[in-house]
């Protein structure tokens, strides 16, 4: 026993890699296969780690399922530049960069395909990526209205549907998204809130 009465442990520290590894193999097979193609065995041998490593981290296909979804929360929030339109830009930047690395455009491909089957996978998806990435773009657009840069009536909600829809459609229509796609979907929202 140690000085303070515990007992040391035994064992190995937790590999933190193997458990990436497995998460982004579930979101692979999940925007690949859908939900009826996932399957734990499947996400061990993507993902290059044994079954028992699976299974001792999580116990079931939907603990793990809400794991790599936590997982693809956002991870980085662009810093404010103090202009809407700059911040704007930046959102969407790193919208568009974290769903196609993630390959989050396809994942919801499937989610919607596979509705009402994935109504709960949806669900997950909507918490802990689609609403807190909505809420990103409100506060930036509240903070516009609050520093005059945008008109006081806009429809907040309406508005961030507007620029957060521009991906989905756009990528949805197979329309070019060459450099300087933000900026321009930027400036055609802000001609029609500006003040």
């Known amino acids: 026993m140690s000085s303070e009465g515990q007992r040391p442990r035994r064992g ?7 458990d990436r590894a497995v998460l982004e193999a579930t979101i692979k097979l999940l925007a690949s296969d859908g939900l009826a193609g996932l399957s734990m065995d499947r996400v061990a041998a993507v993902s290059g780690v044994s079954k028992v ?10 603990e793990l399922i809400g794991a790599a979804l936590a997982n693809l929360q956002i991870d980085q929030v662009p810093v404010a530049t103090g202009g809407v339109r700059g911040d ?18 396809a994942l919801l491909g499937n989610c919607l395909a596979d509705e009402p089957g994935s109504g709960e996978l949806l669900a997950r998806i909507r918490e802990s990526t689609l609403l807190p990435r909505r809420a990103h773009f409100a506060e930036v657009l509240r903070a516009g209205v609050e ?20 991906l989905y459609a756009d990528h949805l229509a197979g329309r070019p998204m060459d450099p300087g796609w933000e900026e321009s979907v930027v400036d055609e929202l802000l001609r029609g809130l500006g003040v």
């Open 12 to 18: 190995r520290a937790r590999d933190h890699s193997k």
């Open 147 to 166: 520093r005059g840069e945008l008109r006081a009536d806009i429809d907040i909600e309406r508005a961030t549907s507007l620029v957060v829809g521009s």
């Open 88 to 105: 704007l830009v930046a959102h969407l930047r790193a919208m568009r960069r974290q769903y196609y690395e993630s390959g989050s455009m």
């Open 53 to 62: 490593t699976v299974y001792t981290r999580w116990a079931s296909k939907n």
